[in-house]
């Protein structure tokens, strides 16, 4: 018996070797057809440098050739063994080509490692939701995990780093605002008087809001008569139009000042100031309403033009992060009553200087009837009067001759306000913001950026939200998350005011009764006299450095496309990774606080909204 089962074992194991020959003799065959011979051959001719500083190109993820690992077979030896190369993470790869890369651009200058916290944000539509409130995510701490990340060395893009984490992380926010369509604003014609370079340089800024809506607006360049170099109006008019503005581009109508009540005989060899320009513009843009440029008609089947409703008058650093708010406020007034809408000025003492007028950086609007019935006047209105402001004129010119007055609009804002305004984004009385100025001469905020998130979800725009509980929780691994991995400990509140910061109060910088909304006093004469105090009050002490964190809007990216390779490709964790985000947009927002001692890194977090 025993014999006899040991050579039928014999025979088993035969039979086996048989069949693992045959089996790879199959296999080498199979190594050996052209698809997979090209790969073999493709990574074998790579260079023989070190594999680590070889960053994987955006190319080679997008044409779905893995990316090479650790090779070291030179030039014409046998074939790299495919089990030898353990193929990166896609996920990994994704993430480096895309995500890295926005982080490693010159602008931001962050330093060579950074400390980094990224969440990705699912937004909830609900119409119910008030933008206005601070509101309480509960259950989340915010930073759920920071990684240091080295943006210089390509090893983070290689096999075994695991991409950083991505929690999910869900805002409530109001919908979206309604796709604008070409013809969407038509009812609003804009007015700007500025110098050639002024109006050239704040193109990407004014193509945030008006590119493709169908609003229209004319510039007066006010040194196209004064330049000693020839400025061609044309192709500033065509560089606008080319990025889906119907703009229009004209040289002023008056060479010389005009006569004042101080100033009957001005010098006619003196140029023509601008804010009489700005003043005199209303003729202009009577113009345009009345004779549309060929292009901005809607075709032979429509022709009249459609009505323009609104004369908006601005100056060249007003903006407006949507133009559908602004409509809708508006749309409450009868545009073929004569009205002239607008704002105060926020700081008191500029309306003691001024009066009460519709300020000119927050935007003022006439309607067509109104701008009619000023515009055989506007010569006497000025030789009427000493005021040297362009908005100043306006009011003067609507008050002395028409039954008009100024009506006060809620959201739009003169912003005089100097330093540091970080109080009015972060608290609660600067909201709605339907307009937004002095934002790159009195103080400086990225407002482009800032308001790309209303492409996303409209009025969250600077809309806020508390994250409970502020403290870290231990992880799995027993490594500390959140805010204790970056040794700041536990804070008092972590506050993120879309489109403009995360702040971080630090652990006891909140007392008892400690109102966020209030308004933090960060600029310039904050509380100080009371100036401010009927527009931004009450205010909250300004923080000191050390009791709050402040990450910053830097950069955005999008919203574009998910592309499908990252969705198919991405493994777990990745932000491409869940097959929900296909068909999806995603639109990224990098927060930045600058490392403050030398030799600090530089913490970023990183909004990933997907929708
Ligand atoms: C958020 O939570 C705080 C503290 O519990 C509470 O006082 C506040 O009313 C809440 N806010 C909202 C909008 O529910
Ligand atoms: C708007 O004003 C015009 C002119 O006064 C008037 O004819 C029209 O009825 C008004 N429209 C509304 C909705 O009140």
């Known amino acids: 018996m025993p014999s006899k089962l040991s050579s039928r074992s014999s025979l088993i194991i035969l039979v086996a070797l048989l069949l693992a020959v045959l089996f790879l003799t199959a296999s080498r065959l199979h190594n050996a057809s052209p698809a997979f011979s090209h790969l073999v051959e493709d ?49 990994i790869q994704a993430f480096c080509s895309h995500d890295l890369d ?19 944000v699912r937004p909830v539509y609900k119409s119910t939701t008030d933008p206005s409130v601070l509101a309480n995510v509960t259950d989340d701490p915010f930073f759920t995990s920071t990684v240091t990340i080295d943006l210089q060395s390509s090893d983070s893009c290689v096999a075994g780093t695991k991409p950083p984490p991505c929690e999910p992380l869900t805002l409530h926010v109001p919908p979206a605002y309604p796709d604008p369509t070409d013809s969407h604003y038509r009812h609003f014609l804009f007015g700007v008087a500025s110098t050639y370079d002024r109006v050239e340089s704040s193109l990407p800024v004014f193509k945030h809001w008006m590119a493709n809506t169908g609003a229209r607006i004319v510039f007066v360049i ?35 000042p005009l006569p004042r009540k101080n100033n009957l005989h001005p010098n006619p060899d003196d140029p023509m100031p601008t804010e009489q320009l700005h003043f005199l513009m209303i003729r202009d843009m009577l113009h345009f309403v009345a004779h549309p440029s060929v292009e901005d008609t809607l075709g032979e089947d429509d022709e009249i033009f459609p009505e323009v409703h609104w004369l908006g ?82 009011a003067a010119c609507v008050y002395a001759k028409t039954t008009a007055k100024l009506t006060l609009i809620p959201g739009l804002w003169q912003h005089d306000i100097r330093g540091d305004p970080a109080g009015v984004f972060e608290g609660g009385r600067g909201r709605p913001m339907l307009s937004l100025h002095h934002w790159k001469s009195w103080y400086h905020a990225p407002v482009r950026e800032m308001a790309g998130v209303v492409k996303v979800c409209g009025e969250c725009f600077l809309q806020r939200w508390r994250f409970w509980p502020p403290m870290s929780v231990v992880d799995d691994d027993g490594s500390l998350r959140g805010r204790e ?28 009764g400690f109102d966020l909304d209030w308004t933090e006093a960060t600029f310039d004469s904050a509380p100080g006299d009371g100036r401010y105090d009927f527009t931004y009050g009450p205010f909250r002490r300004r923080m000191e450095e050390h009791e709050k964190k402040s990450y910053r809007l830097a950069l955005v990216d999008g919203p574009k496309e998910v592309e499908p390779e990252g969705t198919e490709t991405a493994s777990k964790g990745g932000w491409g990774s869940s097959k929900k985000a296909e068909g999806k947009r995603k639109f990224r927002q990098i927060y930045v606080h600058k490392a403050k ?5 530089d913490e970023v977090v990183e909004l990933m909204w997907e929708v």
């Open 222 to 256: 006010t040194d196209a008569r004064r330049n000693d170099r020839p400025l061609d109006l044309d192709a500033l008019r065509k560089k606008y139009r080319a990025e889906g503005m119907r703009a229009e581009v004209i040289s002023p109508q008056w060479t010389s």
């Open 102 to 120: 926005l982080l490693r651009q010159k602008d931001l200058g962050l330093t060579q490692k950074v400390l980094y916290t990224r969440r990705c």
């Open 313 to 394: 008058i601005l100056d060249d650093d007003t903006f407006f992060p949507h133009l559908h708010p602004v409509s809708k406020a508006l749309s409450k007034y009868n545009h073929s009553q004569p009205l002239y809408l607008g704002a105060l000025s926020d700081n008191f003492h500029a309306l003691q200087d001024w009066g009460y007028i519709a300020f000119g950086g927050a935007g003022v609007f006439l309607s067509v009837p109104l701008a009619q019935q000023l515009n055989p006047l506007l010569e006497t209105c000025l030789a009427e009067t000493d005021i040297s402001s362009g908005d100043g004129m306006l």
């Open 485 to 512: 991995a970056a040794g700041q400990g536990t804070p008092d509140a972590v506050v993120l005011t879309n489109g403009w910061s995360v702040s971080v109060y630090q652990r006891g910088s909140l007392a008892e």
């Open 597 to 601: 001692e030398e030799g600090g890194m």
């Open 43 to 91: 990574w074998s001719y790579r260079p023989s440098a070190s594999s680590s500083e070889v960053t994987p190109t955006k190319d080679a993820v997008h044409d779905g050739i893995p990316p090479q690992g650790p090779l070291h077979a030179p030039t014409g030896s046998k074939p790299v063994k495919i089990n030898d190369v353990s193929p990166p993470n896609p996920a």
